[in-house]
């Protein structure tokens, strides 16, 4: 339900690519659900773990994300996704909807995205470039 999708690949000097996805709101909270349900849209996707994970930012700070890990006919692709909800970055979509939901009852409408990182692991590195790119992207998603 939304048409702002913003899908970005970066790839580094050594050739090993990370995809960014940002989804926005636009108040509209009906644009959001679980990546899990794109994923499972996908031929012969297979999800093999599920689990919250801790990513140190700057300044002591910490931010809590959902990585997944799926098989499918390309191989093996990991993701890291997590939601804004008005000011507030939340690992559970439950969250960032009940966030609106009390704005709405508060007569303000929040603005929201959802955030992923995702890379296919046949790159080495994948797992500590992908952190690096989001500690690397959160002050420009702050502003």
């Given amino acids: 339900e939304t048409r702002n999708v ?47 994970e801790t990513i140190s930012l700057e300044e002591n700070k910490n931010l809590e994300v959902n990585k997944l890990l799926m098989k ?36 303000k409408i929040s603005d929201g995205a959802l955030i992923r990182v995702s890379a296919h692991d046949n790159n080495v590195n994948v797992e500590k470039n992908s952190k690096m790119f989001i500690k690397l992207l959160m002050p420009y998603l702050k502003k």
């Fill in 72 to 107: 499918s006919t390309e191989g093996l692709t990991t993701a890291w996704y997590w939601f804004l909800a008005g000011d507030q970055f939340v690992s559970s979509y439950y969250q960032q909807q009940l966030h609106f939901l009390l704005d709405a009852m508060r007569g």
């Fill in 6 to 52: 913003l899908m970005r690949e970066y790839i580094d000097p050594k050739g090993e690519s990370l995809i960014l996805t940002l989804v926005c709101s636009g108040g509209n909270s009906g644009s959001f659900h679980p990546p899990e349900i794109c994923y499972a849209g996908g031929e012969g996707v297979e999800f093999l773990e599920k689990k919250k």
